[in-house]
């Protein structure tokens, strides 16, 4: 991958990931200035999620099977900015969840598509650039949109900032696309592994619980962080502070993965990943009137999001072969970010007001211990991700 490859592939991430510095810190406030209520916040968010489960599966299939991978990016993004389109004048319930279901199907499919043309295109380069150097600058767009939306809704009532602030990141993401290239998979694996051969492994079984595990923890968290430290009176520079502050912490990670992370056995970095994800709830939980408290659990975020994403996307590149990497990508994405978010924001809107929101965030952090548990045994025996023997799909593990 040479300079202008690069510069375009990181410019397609920083928009991606600046519209999530919009969606997740500001969404939720956002739909509470409409008048919704928590029961129906946590609803259109778990929305938004659930679309994710079947969107990156069939744009994957899609692409398989054309063969037109930058077309359907491409017609993806377009479509996702003419949705935001159509969503900056929407107030009603029912209204919201028709956009935002139409929005979310193309705003899934494009990224699992353009990771998989990304790691191919690394598979030809010489080892000047890595992943984690091009997926930093998403972390680096969404601070930067996160910062401008808090400054521009400083004063509580510049609301249209919010969704004015998604259609301008998506709108970049399609010109970005308009750049990107693509390469063909070098064949490297047993031409009769089929995706259904490698569902059926007790590798990937146990790799995609744990997904789905890690994002039902991450529920409370998506969906009401915003609204429940506003609730303990912090303003909304310091709530953009600490989503910023969580972020920056995973570009750390992004950027001393390969030196100091890739040599180590997965298992070992997922279990530090949930663990941690169960001790950051659990502070959430506990003290979120201690300034002090709340950014350290922010600054766990380098391992819950940061080191999980690291080697959940590797491990996903190694145990789906060839043409499969854009299907492996995509059941990451569905089942991550689709199954486990969508219910885990569906799941903390119903316990946020029947349990409390404490409570709410200790439920977490025991769904991040379980996790931990899945994740290590299926892939406690997989080799560390800096091995250079070829991946053969799951049957290497």
């Given at each position: 991958m040479n300079v202008a490859q690069y510069a375009r592939f990181s410019g397609f991430y920083f928009f991606y990931f600046a519209s999530l510095g919009v969606f997740l810190p500001f969404w939720p406030l956002y739909l509470q200035h409409l008048g919704f209520n928590a029961l129906e916040i946590g609803q259109l968010v778990a929305i938004v999620m659930a679309a994710g489960i079947v969107a990156p599966n069939l744009w994957a299939w899609l692409a398989d099977h054309t063969e037109q991978r930058l077309l359907l990016i491409r017609l993806a993004a377009a479509a996702a900015a003419a949705g935001l389109l159509a969503l900056q004048w929407v107030v009603s319930f029912d209204g919201m969840v028709f956009w935002l279901l139409l929005f979310s199907f193309f705003w899934y499919a494009s990224l699992p598509l353009v990771e998989g043309v990304t790691l191919t295109h690394l598979d030809y380069a010489a080892g000047r650039f890595a992943y984690v150097h091009i997926r930093l600058w998403g972390s680096l767009g969404f601070v930067v949109l996160c910062v401008a939306l808090a400054v521009l809704t400083a004063d509580g009532t510049a609301w249209h900032w919010v969704p004015l602030g998604l259609l301008f990141c998506h709108l970049g993401v399609f010109l970005m696309t308009l750049t990107l290239t693509s390469r063909p998979h070098r064949v490297e694996h047993p031409p009769h592994v089929t995706l259904l051969d490698l569902l059926r492994h007790p590798v990937v079984l146990g790799l995609m619980a744990a997904l789905v595990l890690m994002q039902v923890s991450h529920g409370p968290y998506y969906t009401f962080y915003s609204i429940y430290l506003e609730s303990y009176g912090y303003p909304k520079s310091s709530l953009a502070a600490l989503w910023s502050i969580a972020v920056c912490g995973e570009i750390l990670v992004f950027l001393f993965f390969a030196r100091y992370f890739a040599h180590r056995g997965p298992s070992g970095l997922f279990a530090a990943a949930f663990l941690l994800a169960a001790v950051r709830w659990a502070v959430l939980g506990s003290f979120p009137q201690h300034t002090a408290a709340v950014l350290g659990a922010q600054l766990l975020h380098?391992?819950?999001?940061?080191?999980?994403?690291?080697?959940?996307?590797?491990?996903?590149?190694?145990?789906?072969?060839?043409?499969?990497?854009?299907?492996?990508?995509?059941?990451?994405?569905?089942?991550?970010?689709?199954?486990?978010?969508?219910?885990?924001?569906?799941?903390?809107?119903?316990?946020?007001?029947?349990?409390?929101?404490?409570?709410?965030?200790?439920?977490?952090?025991?769904?991040?211990?379980?996790?931990?548990?899945?994740?290590?045994?299926?892939?406690?025996?997989?080799?560390?991700?800096?091995?250079?023997?070829?991946?053969?799909?799951?049957?290497?593990?």
């Open positions: 380098a391992a819950t999001y940061g080191l999980y994403h690291a080697v959940a996307v590797r491990l996903i590149h190694r145990l789906f072969p060839g043409r499969m990497q854009g299907r492996g990508q995509a059941l990451y994405s569905s089942m991550s970010y689709g199954v486990g978010a969508s219910l885990g924001c569906l799941l903390a809107g119903i316990a946020w007001d029947e349990i409390g929101p404490n409570t709410t965030f200790y439920a977490a952090a025991g769904v991040a211990l379980l996790g931990m548990a899945v994740g290590w045994l299926a892939v406690r025996h997989v080799a560390p991700l800096s091995s250079s023997a070829p991946s053969s799909g799951a049957k290497e593990a």
